[in-house]
DNA sequence: TGCCCGAGTCGAAGCGCTTCGACAGAGTAT
DNA sequence: ATACTCTGTCGAAGCGCTTCGACTCGGGCA
């Protein structure tokens, strides 16, 4: 492995000198500058990872922490994690991906060991173990979603809450009186993941202001869990004609049912889904749907980590706009009577 | 923070014993190390990741390349990054994620800096720029997934050539004479990825050998796209009865449309997929088919790099054998003329 | 009895980098 | 001309750990 010893030799100037041609901490005669620089292509050198982390104590390093749980929305996830990985390095950062799995315990190794300079989490759960820890950590610490309590954390998501309420105003706007909102599984509200409980929160008070009946459906991603709630749902409230869908794998499902059922999208039912782009345009209808930002979301979150490394103070709360995009799944409802 | 030389002073000791008290490298007496160890606990030391790395040249790190691309699969790719870490950390590594954006770039920015002392890579292409360089990589490197030339690297993937046959002579046992092979969208056989390329020329040998007939058509994910093929599939050979599908978005859309066309699943046709379990019992129709185990290549390819890392050999090319499961989407095909 | 050996421990020398203080020399204000 | 200030560079001191060689102390062997 090439030194920074070698550099400076070939250069013929001192190691320090490199390194502040490195870091640019010092001023520079651009005649040695180039010098350097040409003896850094020519060697081929990169600094040691571990020493620079030795001598200076930071790594360049953002430890990103997957959800706990990953029985739902994989693809987001992952986006996420691209998102993050791909503007972290536009810093000049790395990317240390840590699963839930350890918890608490993985949160203070890596703050014990200075592995990380500091710390993304996914999906927190709306109490969880490791709030505490990341209240009074070392380090900066992002939440991609929020907690019951985000006091003392700084928290980028959606904006859940008036996602839901979107969708409903939308699907009142277009005359719809009776809705039903196909949730999550129900695992998911039992452990109360902040989003699906905001998301209904949203919608439940647009309704309650808009005076629209709404029915929650918590379902299982899979096709006979979807029969089973959209049977429930028609059964109780036979005159439901629009659906907000917060669970990608019931997307598909609902829509083939739907049309089983001789319920056209949308002369007779309005379907509008809280979903990736993505999902909603390669469904088998194009959805009126609400974005759900992977790669802004993971974006933002390490511009907020940037902004606290370097000393900058930034928002607490970072909550993206929903954007509800009218497309192919939502129209006016049939006259009533009609 | 806290150093080996305050755990050592507390524990009466060198800061060299609580090392090999650490690394067990140097024998010490029981009472030694348990004072050690519980001084260490009372002061919740965890050891510098820098330091370490700085003087024993080891980083207890590994790097995970991420494909270039991102279009497809992103649960699978999910699933493997997550078995990945785990894994990792069973033998006490982490995961560094890198994104294939950066491409040759970012393996020399790896082993130049030591940021990591190994590298998996997945979903490399048949003939990826990155080839040259991880052939004498100063580090293991394990694929996930095969180029054209595997040699000088150590390779593990479900043998999909394996898993394309099975699919055709599943439904050739069945009966079935002409069958189609819905692929990954056309962009995935264009830049030669290796699984879908080997999966067709499986299916495709074995088609020849039982005397089959097979179409293959490429496919983007959306409903559209599906619906297209199909009727093409249908209007060149209407006598076509048995599907493969490798392309997990178009499962649902061409369960949805065969129900449209009034062919039933699995009386009228068989459908058998080449997909992640998960995808396969989430399916409208319970599918036949052969699993693609994320995380089990996630697990193999970290135990392979675990091999190399301590001297031990390991097979160049390790191949999952596809296991085919038959559910409710496989059946006879209908007696000919009836 | 003397010698050797292994077990258990310590001290010190780095690992490759950053950073602080020092300093030479050129420019600027007096 | 003197006294500064800046700019550009260097040397050396660590950062916290691992690891090598050396040392001590008993026990086993001749």
Known sequence: MVTIAEVARRAGVSPSTVSYVLSGKRSISSATRSRVERSIKELGYHPNAGARALASSRSNVVAL???????????????????????????????????????????????????????????????????????????PVVLIGRPADPSGLICVDLDFAAAGAACVAHLAG???????????????????????????????????????????????GTYEAVAAQLARIFDERPGTT??????????????????????????????????????????????????????????RAV??????????TCEQLDLLEPALTQRGSTGPAAAPGS
């Open 65 to 139: 922490m997957m959800p706990l749980r990953t029985d739902m929305y994989l693809p987001v996830m992952m986006e996420i994690a691209v998102a993050v990985a791909t503007t972290a390095r536009e810093h000049g950062y790395d990317v240390l991906l840590l699963t839930g799995e350890e918890g608490a315990q993985a949160v203070r190794r890596i703050h014990g060991s200075s592995r990380a300079d500091a710390m993304i989490l996914m999906d927190v759960e709306l109490d969880d173990e490791r709030l505490p820890l990341l209240r009074d950590a070392p380090q």
């Open 174 to 220: 277009l005359g719809h009186r009776e809705i039903a909102l196909i949730g999550e599984a129900p695992a998911v509200y039992e452990r109360h993941t902040g989003f699906a409980e905001r998301t209904l929160a949203g919608a439940r008070g647009e309704a309650a202001q808009l005076g629209v009946r709404m029915l929650h459906r918590p379902t299982e």
């Open 242 to 299: 629009g659906f907000i869908v917060q669970n990608e794998s019931a997307i598909e499902p609902l829509l083939s049912l739907l049309r089983q059922r001789g319920r056209a999208v949308p002369e007779d039912v309005s379907v509008v889904a809280v979903c990736p782009e993505q999902a909603a345009l390669h469904a088998s209808v194009r959805l009126s749907s609400v974005a759900l930002p992977a790669q802004e979301l993971g974006r």
């Open 303 to 312: 511009e907020r980590v940037m902004d606290r490394l370097s000393g900058r």
